[in-house]
């Protein structure tokens, strides 16, 4: 892609994946992460209601504290998440999922189906080809 489709791509039009500046492999890098899916997830559960960042790190296991922060700056930053600050102190930071998130989740929802539909598919080769590599 040329740096004119890059830039056309920015502005809704169809990018180039196989180009690193692209905006669309941009945009998957981010969104194809497992913490955005759970993220995405569970603010979608939510729908239509907020939710507290305690709360969503309690729903995440294995997140941390760092880790939920970034993606959740990401994902309101590419305008998938709205974030509403309480000014208590502590702030009280609530979120919920944009209609632009909302159709995102559509997607991941059948990428997760597509995942637990073949994860026995996918383990039995996995240990095929463990065994291939043990043997070799």
Known sequence: MTTQGA???GRG???DLFDPRCPTRQLLDRIGT?????AVKTLADAAPDEVRFAELRRRMPGV???MLSV???????DGLV?????PTVPPRVFYRLTGLGLSLE????GLRTWAEEHMTEINRAG?????EVDEG
Do not use: C, F, I, P
Not at 106 to 109: D, F, K
């Open 7 to 9: 830039r056309t791509a």
């Open 71 to 77: 993606t959740l700056r990401n994902l309101t930053r």
């Open 64 to 66: 941390s504290q760092k």
């Open 13 to 15: 039009g169809r990018g």
């Open 106 to 109: 559509v997607a991941l929802a």
């Open 127 to 131: 240990e095929a080809a463990d065994r």
């Open 82 to 86: 709205s974030r509403r600050v309480e």
């Open 34 to 38: 497992k913490w955005t899916s759970m």
